[in-house]
């Protein structure tokens, strides 16, 4: 893979006047030299003692967690993000380097004997360990990277965790996106149906349901008619938002008096869902920035830039098109040559070999991350010890996320939020990080029979 990745840089940054795949001066030179070093890296991962990964997971986690602040400070911008260190010769991104460290600190807490995923005190944990990386990535104005993170919960799920919280995750996605399609009023209408639907499926029944739904609905009208006479001009999406949140408040706590268990957690689903409705659009114009935000847009239909900020994607998805089926051949992509796909070294990267090797190309790689990704799993799962387990599914799913991330980026599957193709894209940060997170592992299974 990282041969591969070696060659499609060379390919899509190919100078003829400097035509040697060795020539330091170039991309591809450079990239010699990081996966030179990657090897020396990987090589010293295998000759530490697994025990030190162990006992040092905290440390490695604090150091890393150190470097994300000081890079806030100290750090360089490129692309509207302070997330570099400028070493002169080299630039460093911590947050790639992060990755490994909050799995070795995620499987370092979950190992202990006493860990149970359900209880209070190990969520809070856990959500701190995740937490903090996350956050400090994305006040370097990173967001991309910082979503890497949510990923942890897969690994997470693997340990016991219900797959409730998946539901949640996936409810908190579709809420976010239905916020940016329709508007916060239209959501919150479907989120209330939504409640009331769950109340008679899964709470108290048709009995008890009519008087709910008359007194919401008779409130909502009555306060529309206050609203018309008087002319307050609340309009019909703050009379909904009173009266929802209000009627949810009273059958919120008549659920705990009366203990209806399934009342009070959609209560406290629905009154979320309703806050979270209303922050959306706050977090969408001050967390994110300019350029994400339009990307968004752009992969949700909202806006057409083929020219501004939707050329990446349509350069890219031209470029892999007109691979064909078997492609153009090395060095012939014309997308390529013409250097018509930006940043095509890094995180469009695909789209070179989409362009030079047509989808029998594309589909050889995916099968070849796919056959990496079964074999992570394979490998994590005959682990006798809850620490390599989870450090090996934490490999597995920040790799497969990168990996279905990226490639959708290229085909307009994903909005382009700046993450490289593990061992493909060019850049020694991402080379050397995704080296030392497989390189622990293997040295973790190296030692599975012994005990850590």
Not at 204 to 233: H, Q, R
Request: hydrophobic share 55%; aromatic share 16%.
């Amino acid at each position: 893979m990282v041969l591969l990745g070696w060659t499609s840089i060379y390919a899509a940054v190919y100078n003829e006047e400097h035509s040697s795949i060795l020539d330091m001066s170039q991309q591809y030179g450079k990239q010699l030299l990081w996966i030179i070093a990657a090897i020396v890296i990987g090589f010293f991962m295998l000759v530490v003692d697994s025990k030190f990964y162990v006992a040092f997971s905290y440390p490695v986690y604090a150091v890393t967690s150190l470097l994300l602040l000081a890079v806030l400070f100290l750090g360089t911008e490129i692309n509207g993000a302070r997330s570099w260190f400028d070493l002169g010769v080299v630039r460093l991104q911590p947050s790639e380097f992060a990755k490994f460290a909050t799995a070795l600190a995620l499987a370092k807490y979950t190992s202990k004997h006493n860990f149970k995923v359900h209880r209070l005190n190990s969520l809070l944990t856990m959500g701190a360990i995740l937490g903090i990386p996350m956050l400090l990535i994305v006040l370097q104005g990173d967001a991309g990277s910082a979503l890497v993170y949510a990923v942890f919960t897969l690994v997470l799920f693997r340990e016991g965790l219900s797959g409730v919280v998946l539901f949640f995750g996936f409810l908190v996605g579709l809420v976010f996106i239905l916020t940016l399609l329709l508007g916060t009023g239209e959501v919150l209408a479907i989120v209330s149906i939504g409640a009331f639907l769950a109340y008679y499926f899964l709470g108290a029944g048709k009995k008890i349901i009519l008087k709910p739904f008359l007194y919401v609905a008779g409130s909502f009208a009555m306060l529309l008619g206050v609203d018309n006479l008087f002319t307050l001009g609340l309009g019909w999406e703050y009379a909904l938002l009173i009266t929802s949140v209000i009627s949810g408040l009273i059958i919120f706590v008549l659920s705990l008096k009366k203990r209806w268990k399934n009342v009070t957690t959609i209560m406290m689903v629905f009154l979320g869902s309703v806050m979270f409705t209303y922050s959306v659009n706050y977090a969408f114009e001050n967390i994110l920035q300019q350029h994400q935000r339009s990307r968004i847009n752009l992969l949700l239909g909202k806006i057409s830039d083929p020219l501004g900020v939707g050329w990446h994607v349509k350069q890219s998805m031209t470029a892999i098109g007109s691979g064909g089926v078997t492609g153009k051949g090395f060095l012939q992509g014309t997308q390529t040559k013409f250097k018509f796909v930006p940043e095509q070294s890094t995180d469009f990267i695909f789209c070179t070999v989409g362009e030079e090797w047509g989808f029998i190309g594309t589909t050889a790689l995916i099968c070849l991350f796919l056959f990496f990704l079964i074999r992570l799993v394979f490998l994590a799962e005959r682990q006798r010890s809850v620490f390599s387990r989870v450090y090996g599914y934490s490999v597995a799913c920040i790799l497969f996320f990168h990996f279905a991330i990226n490639i959708g980026m290229t085909i307009k599957l994903a909005p382009v939020i700046g993450i490289p193709l593990p061992f493909f894209s060019y850049g020694g940060s991402s080379l050397w990080s995704f080296t030392i997170l497989l390189f622990i592992f293997l040295r973790l299974d190296a030692s599975r029979l012994e005990r850590l």
